[in-house]
C-alpha cells in the first residue's frame, strides 16, 4: 500500500504568517491527493482535492499544489480559526491511506 | 443539502460484533460511493474501506479483511458497516464520508469496545 508521509508533526505559527505543510507519497500518485481540516471534536473537513481544487466554500487563503510524490497545502496568511490537525489523503491507489497528520499550533 | 446521518453511539463487549448506519439525503444516492473512516481516541484517520452505491462493489484495508463487511440499501440511501470480533483496539469513532473525495462527512459514531 501506498504510505503518505507528513513532516512534521506539528509546526508553530503565529497569526497572519505562512503555513506550508508537506505530504509525501512511497510512490507516485497522479494529482489524486486531497487536504482535510481537523478541530477538536469535530468531523474532518475537505479543503482542497485534485491536489489544488478548493472544496466548496473553503477561502482562497488555502491553496494546495504538487503532482506526482510531493504535495504542499499553504496557508497564505493564518487566522486564529485556521489552528487545527490537517491530513493528506490519497486515492489513486486502493487501499486509500492517510499521512499521519500535522497539527498547526499557535506559536 | 447533502447529509449523512450516522446512527448513534454503541457499546459493545469484546468479541461481539457492531452495525453503524450511514443515511445519506441531499443527492442521487447511486452516483457517489461511500467510504468509512476511524479515529481511535487521539489518534489520526484510518481509511476502513469503500463501498460502491451503484453496485456494491466494495474494497477493504487489509488489515480489517474478514472483520468488516459494507453494504448498501438503495431503497433507504444507506449504508451499513458491520465489524465483527471487537477488541479494545476497535474503540474509536466512526465516520461514514461521501465519494473518494470525502467532500460531505457524517457526524461520527463512537463505538467503545
Known amino acids: 500500500e501506498i504510505v503518505m508521509t507528513q513532516p512534521p508533526g506539528t509546526l508553530s505559527v503565529s497569526p497572519g504568517e505562512r503555513a506550508t505543510l508537506s505530504c509525501r507519497a512511497s510512490?507516485?500518485?497522479?494529482?489524486?491527493l486531497a487536504w482535510y481540516q481537523q478541530k477538536p471534536g469535530q468531523a474532518p473537513r475537505l479543503l482542497i482535492y485534485?491536489?489544488?481544487t478548493r472544496a466548496t466554500g473553503i477561502p482562497a487563503r488555502f491553496s494546495g499544489s504538487g503532482s506526482g510524490t510531493e504535495f504542499t497545502l499553504t496557508i497564505s496568511s493564518l487566522q486564529s480559526e485556521d489552528f487545527a490537525v490537517y491530513y493528506c489523503?490519497?486515492?489513486?491507489?486502493?487501499?486509500?491511506?492517510f499521512g499521519q497528520g500535522t497539527k498547526v499550533e499557535i506559536k | 443539502q447533502v447529509q449523512l446521518v450516522q446512527s448513534g453511539a454503541e457499546v459493545k463487549k469484546p468479541g461481539a460484533s457492531v452495525k453503524v448506519s450511514c443515511k445519506a439525503s441531499?443527492?442521487?444516492?447511486?452516483?457517489?460511493?461511500i467510504t468509512w473512516v476511524r479515529q481511535a481516541p487521539g489518534q489520526g484517520l484510518e481509511w476502513m474501506g469503500w463501498?460502491?452505491?451503484?453496485?456494491?462493489?466494495?474494497h477493504y484495508a487489509q488489515n480489517l479483511q474478514g472483520r468488516v463487511t459494507m453494504t448498501t440499501d438503495t431503497s433507504t440511501s444507506t449504508v451499513y458497516m458491520d465489524l465483527r470480533s471487537l477488541t479494545s483496539d476497535d474503540t474509536a469513532m466512526y465516520y461514514c464520508?461521501?465519494?473518494?473525495?470525502?467532500?460531505?462527512w457524517g457526524q461520527g459514531t463512537l463505538v467503545t469496545v
Open positions: 464520508a461521501r465519494a473518494w473525495e470525502l467532500d460531505f
Open positions: 441531499g443527492y442521487i444516492f447511486t452516483t457517489y460511493g
Open positions: 463501498i460502491s452505491a451503484y453496485n456494491g462493489v466494495t
Open positions: 510512490q507516485t500518485i497522479s494529482n489524486n
Open positions: 485534485g491536489a489544488s
Open positions: 489523503q490519497q486515492y489513486n491507489n486502493w487501499p486509500r491511506t
